[in-house]
């Protein structure tokens, strides 16, 4: 099973509630960078990695998704998962997110459970905010901590560049680091649109707007210069994708894309992707 990437194609961060967490709001986007995950019948639990350095103990999320799963469906926890990673860690890409969903819908199958969306996403909601989203994929609207998914027809139109440090940064910094109230706010009306429209899909958001991007900005203001790079190259709008430190441009055309990440060097990585529709079955 693939494990696709996410970029927020606009975020706000409305208040810090009392638990903790920050309320927001965000248009999820998934795109064509996936990694993969592979499922085998085992007598006891395992999970190996290959393709980065991440350890596959009881921290993982994809190890997390498996004990969780087991446990909410009182099911011995078995089975060999192998993970290539492809997608970067700490990048603002959801990852890690991603490989917890399809965990869970990877041994929801292999252990004979058969659950539907509805059912496991009581599991995902409580493996990270962007866990449930996966679970959906291709265009989406989410709100609370982010777990809260409507999901919508189609997908913006366009290509994306990605352009990632050879850094991650911590999505728990970035919230930390930033001055938000601990009391609600004016309901943002970034996400006010008519959903069935197909000049919105086909426009560039004139909202896209990342709150925490600022944040960001001031402890890594190279990203800024690589936003610019984006901008100068012929990107209709470039944004930090969630808490970073993954930049992104949305081009018209795919030619402009592929010469912008050319220009791009050592130890910068840029990757030319596009925006993903999916179909609701499940």
């Given at each position: 099973?693939?494990?696709?990437?996410?970029?927020?194609?606009?975020?706000?961060?409305?208040?810090?509630?009392?638990?903790?967490?920050?309320?927001?709001?965000?248009?999820?986007?998934?795109?064509?960078?996936?990694?993969?995950?592979?499922?085998?019948?085992?007598?006891?639990?395992?999970?190996?990695?290959?393709?980065?350095?991440?350890?596959?103990?009881?921290?993982?999320?994809?190890?997390?998704?498996?004990?969780?799963?087991?446990?909410?469906?009182?099911?011995?926890?078995?089975?060999?998962?192998?993970?290539?990673?492809?997608?970067?860690?700490?990048?603002?890409?959801?990852?890690?997110?991603?490989?917890?969903?399809?965990?869970?819908?990877?041994?929801?199958?292999?252990?004979?459970?058969?659950?539907?969306?509805?059912?496991?996403?009581?599991?995902?909601?409580?493996?990270?905010?962007?866990?449930?989203?996966?679970?959906?994929?291709?265009?989406?609207?989410?709100?609370?901590?982010?777990?809260?998914?409507?999901?919508?027809?189609?997908?913006?139109?366009?290509?994306?560049?990605?352009?990632?440090?050879?850094?991650?940064?911590?999505?728990?910094?970035?919230?930390?680091?930033?001055?938000?109230?601990?009391?609600?706010?004016?309901e943002s009306v970034i996400f006010r649109f008519c959903?069935?429209?197909?000049?919105?899909?086909?426009?560039?958001?004139?909202?896209?707007?990342?709150?925490?991007?600022?944040?960001?900005?001031?402890?890594?203001?190279?990203?800024?210069?690589?936003?610019?790079?984006?901008?100068?190259?012929?990107?209709?709008?470039?944004?930090?994708?969630?808490?970073?430190?993954?930049?992104?441009?949305?081009?018209?055309?795919?030619?402009?894309?592929?010469?912008?990440?050319?220009?791009?060097?050592?130890?910068?990585?840029?990757?030319?992707?596009?925006?993903?529709?999916?179909?609701?079955?499940?």
């Amino acid at each position: 099973m693939f494990a696709p990437a996410k970029i927020n194609l606009g975020l706000r961060v409305l208040f810090r509630r009392p638990d903790g967490f920050h309320e927001i709001e965000t248009l999820f986007q998934e795109i064509s960078w996936t990694d993969r995950l592979e499922f085998y019948p085992a007598e006891s639990w395992s999970l190996e990695v290959r393709g980065i350095d991440l350890d596959a103990g009881p921290e993982n999320l994809v190890t997390r998704a498996a004990h969780e799963l087991s446990r909410e469906a009182g099911v011995p926890c078995r089975g060999q998962v192998v993970l290539q990673k492809e997608i970067p860690l700490g990048a603002g890409l959801g990852g890690g997110s991603s490989n917890a969903a399809v965990a869970l819908v990877g041994l929801s199958r292999l252990w004979g459970l058969k659950w539907n969306r509805e059912r496991l996403r009581t599991v995902a909601q409580r493996l990270g905010s962007d866990c449930v989203f996966f679970l959906y994929g291709g265009l989406a609207r989410g709100s609370g901590r982010g777990e809260i998914i409507e999901p919508l027809e189609g997908r913006f139109e366009g290509e994306v560049v990605l352009v990632m440090p050879d850094y991650g940064i911590s999505t728990a910094w970035a919230y930390n680091a930033g001055e938000f109230p601990l009391t609600q706010v004016e309901e943002s009306v970034i996400f006010r649109f008519c959903r069935n429209d197909r000049a919105f899909l086909q426009g560039i958001p004139d909202y896209i707007h990342n709150d925490l991007e600022n944040i960001v900005l001031c402890r890594y203001p190279e990203l800024g210069d690589i936003k610019d790079c984006l901008l100068r190259a012929g990107a209709e709008t470039a944004l930090i994708s969630g808490s970073g430190s993954t930049v992104f441009g949305i081009f018209r055309e795919r030619s402009r894309a592929m010469q912008a990440a050319q220009r791009f060097e050592k130890p910068l990585r840029a990757r030319v992707c596009r925006m993903v529709a999916r179909s609701r079955e499940f």
